[in-house]
Nanobody
Framework: QVQLVESGGGLVQAGGSLRLSCAASGRTFSSYAMGWFRQAPGKEREFVAAYIWGGSNTDYADSVKGRFTISGDNAKNTVYLQMNSLKPEDTAVYSC?????????????????WGQGTQVTVSS
């Protein structure tokens, strides 16, 4: 089983930046890709970005494309989400997750391991 621990959330003003980290441990060889999802109050959890281990393939939701960057350090089994030009609508609990599947990295139902989540609050 893979274990995930996120860090880096906090409070930031609109236009500011934050970097989230997600450290994976355990049976990391079973993980094909890592995703970041977010859930705002009263809304469903939504896909933000995905990183495929071993290469530079990434995927982004349209709402964050050009502002957020996902990257990974394979040696440290850690994935990062650099968030720039933050907006109040980015406020949510951000969770990282691991999937063993090579398809549909935007589908939250295909992720089998989740971190505990970290709060990101963007003030206007």
């Amino acid at each position: 089983q893979v274990q995930l621990v996120e860090s880096g959330g906090g409070l930031v003003q609109a236009g500011g930046s934050l970097r989230l980290s997600c450290a994976a441990s355990g049976r990391t060889f079973s993980s094909y890709a890592m995703g970041w999802f977010r859930q705002a109050p009263g809304k469903e959890r939504e896909f933000v970005a995905a990183y495929i281990w071993g290469g530079s393939n990434t995927d982004y939701a349209d709402s964050v494309k050009g502002r957020f960057t996902i990257s990974g350090d394979n040696a440290k089994n850690t994935v990062y989400l650099q968030m720039n030009s933050l907006k109040p609508e980015d406020t949510a609990v951000y969770s990282c997750a691991s999937t063993p599947y090579s398809i549909r990295v935007r589908a939250r139902g295909l992720y089998d391991v989740w971190g505990q989540g970290t709060q990101v609050t963007v003030s206007s």
